[in-house]
Every structure is written in C-alpha cells, then in structure tokens.
C-alpha cells in the first residue's frame, strides 16, 4: 500500500532513466524510445547490464516487460490497484534459462530479497 497519487506511482515505475534516484539496486538505466510495447531499455544491476524489453503497458494499471542478462531471462510485471487509502502495488518476477536452471535456490533467493526491497523503496519515493 503506497499512500500516494496513482500517477506520482506510476512516474516513478516508467521513469527508467531515473531509476538509480529511489531504487538502490540499480545503478545505471537507460530508455531507448517511448514508455510503449516494443520499446527498449538498458539498465546495470548487481555489476550486469540487462536490456529489457516493454511486454505491455497499460498506464497506471500494469505493466511488464522481458530482459535478459548473462544466460537468464526475466519477465517482470507491475499492478497498480486504486483504493480508498491509496495505491496497491503488486510486482513479480519470473527467471528462466541456463542460470536459474543451474542455481535455483540462488535465483530465488535473489528474488525473495529483491522484490520486498524495491516495493520499499517506491514506497518511501512515493510518499515523499
């Protein structure tokens, strides 16, 4: 629950270039067009480049993209829920490919941790 506009919410989540301001774990990030489907993004976390791409966006409501990075790719999604005390934020992530086959508990323990983490962390840039 994120006690913020929907749009603030939302402003944070698309501005990927602004993406090291609020979320730690990333350390660089770069958009290469429009927030649409189709567009591209590179951005370094953890000492690795990944280059996502937009899946689906639909403003303020969801949205997902796919990346991949050294032997794993991801699907990420977001859910933007409207209440009456504020905004619900859901985001997900899924692995697959050689790494995660190969260090399961690793990926997922990497997930556990992250996930939570970059919740807070919009959290406390959203309510700012």
């Known amino acids: ?6 749009e603030k919410v939302w402003g944070l989540v698309v501005d990927i270039d602004r993406w090291p301001r609020w979320n ?3 350390e660089k990030a770069y958009l290469k067009g429009a ?3 189709g567009s591209v993004f ?3 976390s953890g000492g690795f480049w990944i280059r996502s791409t937009f899946h689906d966006v639909v403003p303020m409501e969801h949205l997902s993209w796919t990346g991949q990075t050294l032997g794993t790719r991801a699907l990420h999604s977001w859910e933007f829920t409207l209440t009456e005390k504020g ?9 697959n490919g050689w790494m ?6 690793i990926m997922q323990k990497k997930l556990d941790d992250t ?3 970059l919740l807070a ?3 406390i840039a959203a309510e700012d």
Not at 1 to 6: G, L, R
């Open 1 to 6: 629950m994120i006690d913020a506009p929907v």
């Open 24 to 26: 730690t774990s990333v």
């Open 35 to 37: 927030i649409a489907k």
């Open 42 to 44: 590179d951005w370094k």
């Open 87 to 95: 905004v619900v934020v859901t985001t997900a992530e899924t692995f």
């Open 100 to 105: 995660p086959t190969l260090m399961p508990r």
């Open 115 to 117: 996930l939570p983490a």
């Open 121 to 123: 962390s919009l959290k």
